[in-house]
C-alpha cells in the first residue's frame, strides 16, 4: 500500500523539477494529498497539500516556487519546482494529509548544488 514518488535527481540553484506521485487507489480522488520533504539531521515537514477540491497550500520557504497540482482521471498528484535552492534538498515524498503510516514509499532524492 504504497505511494510511488519519482522525477528528483540533481539540479544547479535556480533550476527545476517535476515530481510525480502514482497513487493508483481510488480512495485518492476522495482524499487531500501532499508532499513531504526530509532534510539531512531534520524531521519530515509537509511542503504543499491540496484537497479533493483542488484547494492548495503551501509551506511558506516554496511559496512561489513549487506548485502542486493532481490530475484524478490518472491517480498522479505533481509538484513542480522552480528556482530550487542548495536548502530544498532532501528526501521527498507523497502522502495523504495527514499521512497514513501504510503509504509511506522509498521517497525520491532531490538535490539542489552546484
Known amino acids: 500500500a504504497q505511494l510511488v514518488e519519482s522525477g528528483g535527481g540533481l539540479v544547479q540553484p535556480g533550476g527545476s523539477l517535476r515530481l510525480s506521485c502514482d497513487a493508483s487507489r481510488s480512495i485518492f480522488r476522495l482524499s487531500s494529498m501532499g508532499w513531504y520533504r526530509q532534510a539531512p539531521g531534520k524531521q519530515r515537514e509537509l511542503v504543499a497539500d491540496?484537497?479533493?477540491?483542488?484547494?492548495?497550500n503551501y509551506e511558506e520557504s516554496v511559496k512561489g516556487r513549487f506548485t502542486i497540482s493532481r490530475d484524478n482521471s490518472k491517480n498522479m498528484v505533481y509538484l513542480q519546482m522552480d528556482s530550487l535552492k542548495p536548502e530544498d534538498t532532501a528526501i521527498y515524498y507523497c502522502?495523504?494529509?495527514?499521512?497514513?503510516?501504510?503509504?509511506w514509499g522509498q521517497g525520491i532524492q532531490v538535490t539542489v548544488s552546484s
Open positions: 502522502n495523504f494529509v495527514p499521512p497514513r503510516a501504510a503509504y
Open positions: 491540496i484537497s479533493s477540491a483542488f484547494t492548495t
